[in-house]
């Protein structure tokens, strides 16, 4: 389709102050955001869909937009959003809790990211990788993608509940059967690299001068294995004084501190 039709069929034109017609922001940005994930290509002035670009869902396309954002080399303008989440996973573990989020200014959060942000390879480069101005479309990608929402009243929210369950709703996991936890995180942290024990999580956990992945989860991390138990997604599982329990961060509200083993139901279900 032509670069111009496709504008304007994602956001038609309209009459501003009978000066003719105005093409929004949005629909530029959308392909920008399209074009950066090669969701589709751009040559001499049409746009192509490229290869795999293929969904039937919101779902769907979040799963896609995941995989694409984690498959970007490091240098990738668009791989600083993973990477910021990690930082935010791993300060959250530094915390313990995630309330500093919510008292922190764009600028000192934005500050604090870019110098826990991996080493460039491309050592010429220069300029911020993230600043405060990124945060709106940040969270809205975090959003779509199940690692965040809107909490009222408070804004922008951790929370990887939704991601995590999509993951383990792939069909190679056992089900019906206990997993090690330790088994299960090392899944979790391919799949999700931001969360403990991941690559990017422990690259912002080492900036952070956080200690090697001990016996506890962060934070975040536990909350969304809670919720997730609690739903009926997964089962914790655990007997009293085994050696290889897992320790869950601190929730007075919840009565499990502590897990050896997780299971996954019979019955797969995409949530």
Request: one cysteine or more; glycine letters at 6%; charged letters at 20%.
């Given at each position: 389709?032509?670069?111009a039709?496709?504008l304007?069929?994602?956001?038609p034109?309209?009459?501003?102050?009978?000066?003719g017609?105005?093409?929004?922001?949005?629909a530029?940005q959308t392909?920008g955001?399209?074009?950066s994930?090669?969701?589709?290509?751009?040559?001499?002035g049409?746009?192509?869909?490229n290869?795999g670009?293929?969904?039937?869902?919101?779902?769907?396309?979040?799963?896609?937009?995941?995989?694409?954002?984690?498959?970007?080399?490091?240098?990738?303008?668009?791989?600083?959003?993973?990477?910021?989440f990690?930082?935010?996973?791993?300060?959250?573990?530094?915390?313990?809790?995630?309330?500093?989020?919510?008292?922190a200014?764009?600028?000192?959060?934005?500050?604090?990211?870019?110098?826990?942000?991996?080493?460039?390879?491309?050592?010429?480069?220069?300029?911020?990788?993230?600043?405060?101005y990124?945060f709106?479309?940040?969270?809205?990608?975090?959003?779509l993608?199940?690692?965040?929402?809107?909490?009222?009243?408070?804004?922008?929210?951790p929370?990887?509940?939704s991601?995590?369950?999509?993951?383990?709703?792939?069909p190679d996991?056992p089900r019906?059967?206990?997993?090690?936890v330790?088994?299960?995180?090392?899944?979790?942290a391919?799949?999700m690299?931001?969360?403990?024990?991941?690559?990017?999580?422990?690259?912002?956990?080492?900036?952070?001068?956080?200690?090697?992945?001990?016996?506890?989860?962060?934070?975040?991390l536990s909350?969304?294995?809670?919720?997730?138990h609690?739903?009926?997604?997964?089962?914790?599982?655990?007997?009293?004084?085994?050696?290889?329990?897992?320790?869950?961060?601190d929730?007075?509200f919840?009565?499990?501190?502590?897990?050896q083993f997780?299971?996954?139901?019979?019955?797969r279900?995409?949530?």
């Open positions: 389709m032509d670069r039709d496709l304007a069929w994602l956001n034109p309209f009459t501003q102050n009978t000066s017609a105005v093409i929004g922001p949005a530029e392909l955001a399209a074009s994930l090669n969701f589709i290509r751009q040559e001499d049409r746009c192509w869909v290869d670009l293929e969904f039937s869902s919101l779902d769907d396309l979040a799963d896609l937009t995941h995989q694409r954002l984690l498959g970007l080399d490091l240098d990738h303008a668009d791989a600083v959003l993973p990477q910021a990690a930082y935010i996973v791993a300060r959250s573990e530094q915390a313990k809790g995630t309330a500093w989020l919510h008292t200014t764009n600028k000192a959060l934005a500050d604090a990211i870019n110098q826990a942000l991996p080493t460039r390879s491309n050592t010429a480069a220069e300029g911020r990788r993230f600043n405060e990124k709106a479309p940040f969270w809205r990608w975090m959003t993608i199940g690692l965040a929402l809107d909490l009222p009243g408070d804004g922008p929210h929370y990887v509940s991601r995590l369950a999509r993951e383990l709703a792939q996991l019906g059967e206990q997993i090690p330790r088994l299960f995180l090392d899944v979790v391919k799949r690299p931001y969360l403990d024990g991941g690559v990017l999580y422990n690259s912002a956990a080492e900036k952070l001068g956080l200690p090697a992945q001990g016996r506890a989860l962060s934070p975040i909350t969304a294995l809670r919720d997730l609690e739903e009926g997604t997964l089962a914790l599982g655990s007997l009293t004084d085994a050696a290889s329990l897992v320790h869950l961060a929730d007075r919840s009565r499990i501190k502590a897990v997780v299971t996954l139901p019979t019955e279900a995409n949530g």
